[in-house]
């Protein structure tokens, strides 16, 4: 299971009205109802006034999220799913609390708060900021699907300002803050096995900065995994030039070349079977 399956399934119990949905900020009122299995309601909360992104916690995102695509007076069911990643973020907080519950959750109302191209420029690095803070803060728990979501985010908010940075402020400082977004995200990605994705947010990088040896070492890892041996040895080659005693790119790269000699071998044994058929 991959993608927001791994953590929830949302399923439409009746359809909304209008076109827009609530974004980042927007004052929801919402009913909301919990049940452990079918016959066992937990709470009902009715009339709620809920601010998307102001609560934290996994149940918080999985409902953010859901609130994020649905429109005034659609109601959904929300299953979380048991899966290790939020069991082990359970135990970590030394919580009772358990993962297999139902929500149903109705959007009574919303005041959307304002998009991104309505801000100013330091009203979006600000965001940007807030949203990097939170990656960072699931990625530590091994949420990393919750993680990246906020690293998407905080990108999303840099890449509309880059293109209104004001003469007064510093590029430098801009580019610092894109950097760790598509190096955090791309750590997400890894986790999440998307090699693709990390290879092209790698790849942003380094085409501004060809010696960022975390891009280097992390699009080899991806490239490590896709069996594209040539590509990954060729970024581990240039880390290693950068940083000669880089410990992590040395381990990659002998990983990389008992992975080569293993392929090498299953191919030859395959190709062997072949010709003698």
Same mark, same amino acid.
Request: proline residues 2%; charged residues 30%; glycine residues 4%.
């Given at each position: 299971? !991959?993608?927001? $399956?791994? @953590?929830? !399934?949302?399923?439409?119990v ?8 609530? %974004?980042?900020? *927007? ?6 109802? &919990? ?7 937990? +709470?009902?909360?009715? =009339?709620?006034t809920?601010?998307?992104?102001q609560? *934290?916690g ?5 409902i ?7 429109? !005034?007076?659609?109601i959904?069911?929300?299953?979380i799913?048991?899966?290790q990643?939020?069991? =082990?973020?359970?135990k970590?907080?030394d919580?009772?609390?358990?993962? &297999?519950?139902?929500? #149903?959750?109705e959007l009574?109302? +919303?005041?959307?708060a304002? %998009? ?5 420029f330091d009203e979006?690095?600000?965001? /940007?900021q807030?949203q990097?803070?939170k990656? !960072?803060?699931?990625?530590?728990a091994d949420?990393?699907?919750f993680? /990246?979501r906020?690293? *998407?985010?905080?990108?999303? *908010?840099?890449?509309?300002s880059?293109? #209104? ?8 400082d801009f580019?610092?803050l894109?950097v760790q ?7 997400c990605?890894?986790?999440l096995e998307? @090699? #693709? ?6 790849t ?6 060809? $010696?960022n040896i975390?891009?280097l070492?992390?699009?080899a ?5 896709l069996?594209?041996?040539d =590509? $990954?040895? &060729?970024d581990l080659?240039t880390?290693?030039?950068?940083e000669p ?8 790269q002998n ?5 080569r ?8 044994? $395959?190709m062997?079977?072949?010709?003698q058929?």
């Amino acid at each position: 299971m !991959t993608g927001r $399956a791994k @953590y929830f !399934t949302k399923k439409l119990v009746r359809k909304g009205d209008g076109l827009e949905c609530p %974004n980042e900020g *927007s004052v929801c009122l919402i009913n909301l109802q &919990a049940f452990q299995g079918e016959e066992n309601p937990l +709470f009902e909360k009715k =009339d709620e006034t809920w601010i998307i992104g102001q609560d *934290s916690g996994y149940v918080s995102e999985i409902i953010n999220e859901c609130l994020e695509e649905m429109r !005034t007076g659609e109601i959904c069911k929300v299953s979380i799913h048991p899966c290790q990643e939020l069991q =082990d973020h359970l135990k970590k907080l030394d919580t009772s609390e358990k993962l &297999a519950i139902d929500h #149903q959750i109705e959007l009574v109302s +919303f005041t959307k708060a304002k %998009n991104s191209w309505e801000s100013t420029f330091d009203e979006r690095c600000d965001y /940007a900021q807030k949203q990097k803070a939170k990656g !960072t803060r699931y990625y530590k728990a091994d949420l990393w699907l919750f993680a /990246a979501r906020h690293y *998407s985010k905080a990108l999303r *908010s840099l890449i509309i300002s880059r293109t #209104q940075l004001p003469s007064d402020k510093s590029i430098e400082d801009f580019s610092l803050l894109q950097v760790q977004c598509y190096l955090n995200l791309a750590a997400c990605q890894l986790k999440l096995e998307r @090699y #693709q994705h990390v290879i092209e947010n790698c790849t942003k990088v380094l085409l501004n900065d060809s $010696a960022n040896i975390k891009a280097l070492y992390r699009r080899a890892k991806a490239y490590t995994a896709l069996n594209d041996f040539d =590509d $990954a040895s &060729a970024d581990l080659n240039t880390a290693l030039d950068l940083e000669p005693k880089n410990k992590e790119v040395t381990l990659l790269q002998n990983q990389l070349n008992q992975k080569r000699q293993q392929h090498d071998q299953v191919t030859a044994r $395959a190709m062997g079977k072949m010709f003698q058929n």
